[in-house]
């Protein structure tokens, strides 16, 4: 099993910056993939961005581009979302994902979610 704790989300105004961290715990592997989704009230869950452990390797949805960036720390198991700019719809629960498959985990079935840090950005 893998343990997935979010920890940073918060309220911020428009245009603020705010870094979201996700540790991982348990049976973590460098071939895993790390994500990131979000879910807004009454929207389906999205995906945001992902990581490979093993190469840095990372993709961002086309939403993000630009504004949000996934990065990780391989010895603190940890992965971070940066994300500058942030707009009134950013906000959403933000899901920590971990998966061994990087396509299966971008189509939204990770083997492993996080319970989610709430970013709420005001206008």
């Keep these: 099993?893998?343990?997935?704790?979010?920890?940073?989300?918060?309220?911020?105004?428009?245009g603020d910056s705010l870094r979201i961290s996700c540790v991982a715990s348990g049976r973590v592997f460098s071939r895993d993939t790390m994500g990131w989704f979000r879910q807004a009230p009454g929207k389906d869950r999205e995906f945001v961005a992902a990581i490979r452990?093993?190469?840095?390797?990372?993709?961002?949805?086309?939403?993000?581009?630009?504004?949000?960036?996934?990065s990780a720390d391989n010895a603190k198991n940890t992965v971070y979302l940066q994300?500058?700019?942030?707009?009134?719809?950013?906000?959403?629960?933000?899901?920590?994902?971990?998966?061994?498959?990087p396509t299966t985990l971008i189509s939204g079935r990770p083997q492993w979610w996080g319970h989610g840090t709430q970013v709420t950005v005001s206008s």
């Excluded at 940073?8 to 428009?14: E, F, K, M, N, T």
């Excluded at 994300?83 to 498959?101: F, I, R």
């Design 83 to 101: 994300m500058n700019n942030l707009k009134p719809e950013d906000t959403a629960v933000y899901y920590c994902a971990s998966g061994q498959s």
């Design 53 to 70: 452990w093993s190469d840095g390797n990372t993709r961002h949805a086309d939403s993000v581009k630009g504004r949000f960036t996934i």
């Design 1 to 14: 099993q893998v343990q997935l704790e979010e920890t940073g989300g918060g309220l911020v105004q428009a």
